[in-house]
């Protein structure tokens, strides 16, 4: 099994060597592997390899016991000792497999005996030959040239193709299990594993009284539903179950396979389920590197926080190793070869087998994990190898391979939208530092690279443009085509996005909050969704085509211009910048500040609301309220305008928030040709404003959760860690107390916003197409979840900061300053308390004098 290159440990045996020695004897005694003793003292040892836990595996020495020379070596593995879960670590199983394997020319070590009599070392066992060379255990290669690389994981491809290609019905005496079920419509191999470590996974959870990791679940329903249909056809292939390089030995000199090594696992399966094994022995190219039981050829990539490969000079690429495995399949046609990795590495099914490895090791991992916790782990670190945050890791990989169009019939598409948002909002967590860094140089005012590259990366979730709600979708579409804009199916859903309810967003919208830079990167940040959505109700084909179509597309950004620096604006009768009318040009003039985007380089266009110039502030006060809201308009302005002057950006709490940041702008009568300019026609400027800004407070409400979430898990982290007075912080009553009062805060607020949510679905599938604001109880519920949500988010941060003490109010310390900055303008940003307090307070006064 191995040589001088594979450690062993030292110190006393477990084993009863006395009587191994006296069953070596008699089973092998008259055959080449046992020698002749008559003249020598001998010395019998067992040295336990290091690896090989699940079935303990020795080398056993026969030595003369004056010269130490070995007479005789032979590698057994056994059982473990005591009680045993039914068909597990079956010895005589491995026995069995390669025994049959050895007459097909698969590099198997050669077995001697099967002893299942537990009375001669406490357990069964089997005797086999010691194979010499040197086994890999990391799959970097460290210790290889680039060329000896390349070879070794050649030979890899090589022998698993060698295996698969054995005809498994022509083998006698091999265990087939449930091999006569797949004929019959039974569950394949790869559905059978997937039950078999849901169950282990369920089982270590209970021993330990936790509940299941949520993103554990998913996967395994996942895996379950989009399993790939067996070919009950295909011929019988053995499935090795645990293919790996630090499985094989390998020839010292040419680094063929000589064998193939640990069979507990071995099974036999259709060919086509072969794949399972092929994913798993390509793990290394996948697995997080925050894996520590495992190496890895990864690592955290600098620009998207993603895993990128970490591949030194001779490894092959996937995509080359599968092709080298293709061609050795003798089954394989040649057609297969040149174009077959390419299709499958692209392929559904490879994704679900390299999904199913993943969900395997993770089950492994909590299984580490769970024997740390209940105190009879054998490694120590098995705490860390198994922690909840490695094996959410390995699942969380697993889902970012998930790709929308897995998904069949019946299966839930939000379900899989959830948790991938959930994993690449992870990733843009990871860079947030140097995003923030960033925003303290020269270069704060252009945008990070890193957020480009993210952009194009959140396009192939499904998940671009999240925000647009069926009805969204079906104008905007409709207004593009009208204009001439012409695009397959495919490209429509990937600009349109998954056309996700309000009530479903919300939920996306709350994990994008908890870091800043995600809405952007998913397209889905304010003031562009705001924009978008004017432009998709009621703009002209003509303004949808030049506009909406590029901002959709994330290739500009846009502004809104309404609040002014000389009046108090939350008053929308109060705006005295004016809109006029010379001929065929629309004149613009005004003053306007905290315009939120205006600073960025890619924002190049301006909507701004302004008042008739043939009305006046004072005069629309005095008019009847229908004739005060008729007197706005909204004009489309490119930022690049004569006349249009970004003047300075404004600080919030001491920081620009850049690259978008909040600017003061100067209308000097900016000029615009009338037709094409005016947003769905003059003096109609605040029924558009109204129906923009109420998803916009929605989304601002859902987003300020995730905030608040985050707040909360930092703050019981730190708690968590630091001791006062004796003893850790967080088992302090007072901050308990304040924790239970966080949690219920949050937990109304998330009620209120999804209620508010359902309301807009359900008005917006009444009215087709025309703005749910309009409703009174949408109205009322918006303006309840504005004011309560941005108080109780900005309560927990607060908590939070509170717990941190002096780091908590650094932002050079935490995010948490940043947070509550951005939390606590929200209380005046889209309506302040007092305006949407005024609104409730008038709903409720009319409801109750409807029941006088």
Known sequence: MAGSKDMVTGGQSDLDLDSLSRYISKKLANTAWYPATDDHSVFWSANKYPNGQSNPTYLVRCQDGKTGRDLGRWV??????????????????????????????????????????????????????????????????????AERRTRVYRELARALAGLHSVDASRLDGIPRGRAKTRKAGGASYGLRTLRRWRKQYLASCRAVREEPLEN????????ERTAPEGRAADRECVLHGDFRLDNLVCDPHTDEVRAILDWELATVGTADQGLADVAY??????????????????????????????????????????????????????????EGAD??????????????????????????????????????????????????????????????????????????????????????????????????TDQRWSPHPSIDKLKSLAKRTGLWNAFLTPDLCELAR????????????????????????????????????????????????????????????????EQCKRWLLPLLEGDIRSCFAMTEPDVASSDATN?????????????????????????????????????EASSSPQGARSSPKSAQHGNHTIVVLPMKSQGLRVVRPLDVFGTQDPPHGHAEVHFDSVAVPAKGSVIFGRGRGFEVAQSRLGPGRLHHCARAIGVAERALEMAFARAASRVAFGAPIAR?????????????????????????????????????????TRSRR??????????????????????????????????????????????RTLRIADGPDDVHLGTISKLEARTQLSKL
Request: glycine share 8%.
């Open 76 to 145: 057994l593995r056994r059982q473990p000792f005591g009680i045993l879960l039914p068909s597990a670590h079956a010895v005589d199983r491995e026995y069995m497999f390669q025994l049959a394997l050895g007459t097909k020319q698969v590099p198997v070590p050669r077995v001697l005996a099967l002893c299942e009599d537990r009375k001669v070392i406490g357990s069964s066992f089997y005797l086999m030959e010691v194979v010499d060379g040197p086994i890999y255990k990391d799959p970097r290669l460290p210790q290889c040239d």
């Open 216 to 223: 554990m679940m998913f996967l395994a329903e996942h895996l």
């Open 281 to 338: 022995c390509c793990l290394a190219y996948y697995l997080p590197p925050t894996v520590l039981a495992i190496q890895t050829l990864t690592k955290f990539s600098d620009e998207t926080g993603g895993i990128a490969l970490d591949v030194p000079e001779g490894v092959p690429s996937i995509r080359d190793f599968l092709a080298c495995y293709l061609s050795h399949r003798k089954d394989c046609e040649s057609s297969m070869v040149a």
């Open 343 to 440: 299709e499958l590495v692209r392929s559904p099914r490879w994704r679900w087998f390299v999904q199913l490895a993943l969900f395997r090791v993770a089950a492994i991992l909590a299984g580490v994990g769970s024997r740390a916790k209940a105190g009879n782990a054998s490694a120590a670190n098995a705490g860390l190898v198994g922690s909840v945050g490695v094996v959410s890791g390995v699942i969380d990989t697993a889902i970012d391979l998930i790709e929308v169009s897995d998904c069949r019939e019946g299966s839930s598409k939000f379900e899989v939208l959830k948790h991938k948002c959930r994993v690449f909002c992870a990733r843009v967590g990871r860079i947030e530092p140097e995003l923030v860094k960033r925003a303290s």
């Open 478 to 541: 409709s207004a593009l085509e009208k204009a001439g804009v012409r695009m397959d199916e495919q490209q429509w859903s990937r600009l349109l996005g998954p056309m996700l309810s309000n009530r479903q967003y919300a939920e996306l919208a709350e994990m994008m909050g908890r870091y800043p830079h995600a809405p952007e990167v998913f397209n889905c940040s304010a003031p562009d969704t705001g924009n978008m959505e004017v432009l998709a109700r009621h703009g002209t084909p």
């Open 575 to 611: 705006i005295a910048s004016t809109v006029s009318w010379e001929g065929d040009r629309v004149l613009v003039s005004g003053k306007k500040w905290w315009i939120t985007g205006a600073m960025h380089p890619k924002c190049e266009v301006c909507l701004f609301l302004g008042r």
């Open 732 to 772: 302090k009553g007072g901050f308990l107390r304040d924790l239970a009062l966080r949690r219920t805060e949050l937990d109304q607020s998330r009620l209120l916003v999804h209620a508010a949510a359902e309301m807009l679905d359900e008005e917006e599938a009444k009215r087709g197409g025309a703005p749910p």
């Open 778 to 823: 949408v109205r009322m519920c918006l303006a309840q979840a504005k004011v309560v949500v941005p108080r109780a988010c900005l309560a927990a941060v607060d908590f939070a900061m509170q717990v941190h003490g002096a780091a908590g109010v650094s932002m050079q310390e935490t995010v948490l300053p940043h947070l509550w900055a951005a939390l």
